[in-house]
T-cell receptor
Framework: AQSVTQPDIHITVSEGASLELRCNYS??????LFWYVQSPGQGLQLLLK??????LVQGIKGFEAEFKRSQSSFNLRKPSVHWSDAAEYFC??????????????FGKGTKLSVKP | GAVVSQHPSRVICKSGTSVKIECRSL??????MFWYRQFPKQSLMLMAT?????????EQGVEKDKFLINHASLTLSTLTVTSAHPEDSSFYIC?????????????FGPGTRLTVL
């Protein structure tokens, strides 16, 4: 069965410091991978996604993620964190459904706190 | 573009009443809509998948008679929580997908906070 693991429940970083949020997936075929951000009481906003091609994916708000097949990982990074980045971050995987509908399997999320 | 709205954003109801939550795709036609449930400090759990004009497909463990889903048009899906009880209190999020746009991407609504007293 497909699964997504985010090992870190809560991370605190200082403003301006670099950030890396970990995500590992379990899936037999080529996965579609996503990172979403959720602010308190809000829905989810897509930060970036990986379908194929270049394994380093650039997203919005200065985020990037790298797909490493050998490690089954899709870690999210940002070189310099801003206070507004404090939120909950979810990694998700979708089956290789070739463009038709499919559901997303989410990790449990990592809460990011930013110290001034 | 790709905006999904939900109404209401927050609802409080008494135990035993029914609550309807609307999910609308504002600027595109959604062939498929998904309903998720999120408990505090938990991840999103898929409840059901609905395709316009057909019956919803429910995930294992989700009571289809309790969570009624209707996807009557390409821009509107509704989730009705029937005879709500305090354990149904949760954050309900919908998402919309269309095969003709940003393949394999779902666009999420802002969520509805349901509190059952």
């Amino acid at each position: 069965a497909q699964s997504v693991t985010q090992p870190d429940i809560h991370i605190t970083v200082s403003e301006g410091a670099s950030l890396e949020l970990r995500c590992n997936y379990s899936y037999g075929a080529t996965p579609y991978l996503f990172w979403y951000v959720q602010s308190p009481g809000q829905g989810l906003q897509l930060l970036l996604k990986y379908f194929s091609g270049d394994t380093l994916v650039q997203g919005i708000k200065g985020f990037e993620a790298e797909f490493k097949r050998s490690q089954s990982s899709f870690n999210l990074r940002k070189p310099s964190v801003h206070w507004s980045d404090a939120a909950e971050y979810f990694c998700a995987v979708a089956p290789d459904y070739g463009g038709s509908q499919g559901n997303l399997i989410f990790g449990k999320g990592t809460k990011l706190s930013v110290k001034p | 573009g790709a905006v999904v709205s939900q109404h209401p954003s927050r609802v409080i109801c008494k135990s035993g009443t029914s609550v309807k939550i609307e999910c609308r795709s504002l600027d595109f036609q959604a062939t498929t809509m998904f309903w998720y449930r999120q408990f505090p400090k938990q991840s999103l759990m898929l409840m059901a998948t609905s395709n316009e004009g057909s019956k919803a497909t429910y995930e294992q463990g989700v009571e289809k008679d309790k969570f009624l889903i209707n996807h009557a048009s390409l821009t509107l899906s509704t989730l009705t929580v029937t005879s709500a009880h305090p354990e149904d209190s949760s954050f309900y999020i919908c998402s919309a997908h269309t095969s003709g746009r940003s393949q394999n991407e779902q666009f999420f609504g802002p969520g509805t906070r349901l509190t059952v007293l």
